[in-house]
């Protein structure tokens, strides 16, 4: 099989030729770019310069010939963009390694910390020294809410306004017919799976304009400002998918949506409010790009989710990530059993809370087959460690999970 046919069969229930594997291709499946230079050193590869593809997490680009070494049959839309020198800028990561970083989000110095500012200039994200990742420190709906104007609010916000490759594309036809060529010439360069980054947050929207707390408070205590609010969000995001999906629909194989329901203890809301605010408008979306391409739709979701994967299946979901098998109620084995010939899981591979970065190589191969075993059978699996791999992980156990993956592939199990 070709990666793509691969990734494809997995999503559709059919046991490939091996559990496909993903890495990087995706903003929740990376690595840090302050670990990646000490991954390649480990591995004996050349060095390359490191440039940071998530100015938010702090990921790096992951260059082909570690995709190559570790058999991913994946890619990320955004891989296809940004090839140009102009389009980077030079910056030192924390630590003091040398790194490129998106030139339209380059950091300043400012008040003993790094900011990133929006079109405005406004501070919108900083990275404190002493800390490996941006955060967001501004909420537009915080003190006074506006959803009449929700678009420039996005622009003050974080999670919105601090754009991975294939960055801030202009607006109009010139933007779209970059957009459109650029996918085109990427989907006729690889055959590995294309997902395509689009995001349509409604949970986590009102989270980055109003503050989770506030946002928390107001779903329990004003649901009717919430239904106003997310019906315009909804408005928005459809809009900007139906142009998207018009773009790039027949270049990407996976559309990526986001929204983090999810606790270490379970979920942030109940299926009732779940049902109520959510699921509906999560339909709508979902339906609209499967109707405008042939692709399958994931949801990145964190925490314990357990509990609302029946109406997220029922709203059309294909796939979920990372599948957060630390969490209460996301074992693995029970998750297979109850959700496997429904959902494909498209993470679950490694704890990167506890084994990755604190286990032994032979403990993280061992932890490595087991979940493969587990999820494997019928389809339904691509292999992706839980979440990104961060900067305090033993480059050694990086190598050791890949080659536990290898292995089973190998073997057949």
């Known amino acids: 099989m070709t990666p793509r046919q691969r990734v494809l069969a997995a999503l559709n229930h059919r046991e490939p030729d091996r559990v496909p594997v993903d890495f990087s291709g995706h903003r929740s499946s990376g690595i840090a770019a302050i670990l990646y230079p000490k991954l390649r050193a480990y591995l004996g590869l050349p060095e390359r ?15 082909d010939d570690i995709l190559d070494l570790f058999g991913v049959d994946t890619v990320e839309l955004g ?12 910056w030192t990561l924390p630590g003091g390694t040398p790194c490129r970083m998106p030139a339209w989000a380059l950091p300043r110095r400012e008040n003993g910390r790094w900011v990133i500012l929006s079109e405005s200039g406004r501070p919108i994200a900083q990275l404190a020294d002493g800390s490996l990742y941006f955060e967001q420190t501004y909420y537009p709906f915080y ?20 754009a991975s490759p294939p960055g801030p594309l202009a607006e109009g036809p010139e933007g779209g017919k970059a957009l459109r060529e650029g996918a085109e010439k ?3 360069s690889t055959g590995r799976a294309i997902l395509g980054l689009f995001g349509g947050n409604l949970f986590e929207m009102g989270q980055f304009l109003y503050r989770n707390d506030n946002f928390l408070t107001l779903l329990a205590m004003d649901p009717p400002k919430i239904h106003r609010f997310l019906d315009r969000v909804v408005e928005i995001h459809l809009k900007n998918l139906e142009r998207y999906i018009g773009l790039v629909g027949d270049s990407i194989d996976i559309i990526v949506f986001g929204d983090d329901l999810g606790m270490q203890s379970g979920p942030q809301i109940s299926p009732e409010m779940y049902r ?4 509906p408008r999560h339909k709508t979306m979902w339906e609209r790009a ?4 042939d692709v399958k739709v994931m949801l990145h979701c964190c925490g314990g989710v357990r509990e609302l994967l029946p109406d997220l299946i029922d709203a059309g979901l294909d796939a979920i990530n990372p599948v957060q098998i630390s969490c209460r109620g996301m074992d693995a084995a029970e ?11 498209w993470g679950g591979g490694c704890d990167t809370q506890r084994i ?11 932890h490595v087959l087991n979940q493969m075993r587990i999820l494997k059978p019928g389809g339904g699996f691509v292999f992706q460690q839980v979440h990104n791999i961060l900067a305090n992980v033993p480059p050694e156990n990086v190598a050791a999970m890949f080659e536990a993956v290898r292995h089973f592939n190998e073997r057949g199990g």
């Open 79 to 90: 891989r296809g963009f940004a090839l140009r020198d102009e389009a980077w800028s030079d």
């Open 276 to 279: 109520e605010f959510f699921k």
């Open 186 to 188: 990427l989907r006729a």
């Open 335 to 345: 998750l297979k059993k109850e959700f496997g010939s429904e959902l494909v899981f």
């Open 356 to 366: 990755l970065p604190e286990g032994t190589p032979d403990k993280v191969r061992d």
């Open 290 to 293: 499967k109707s405008m391409a």
């Open 143 to 162: 003190e006074h809410d506006d959803p009449d104007n929700i678009p420039a609010a996005m622009g003050e916000s974080m999670w919105c306004a601090v």
């Open 49 to 63: 310069p490191v440039r940071v593809y998530d100015p938010i997490q702090q990921l790096a680009i992951v260059d």
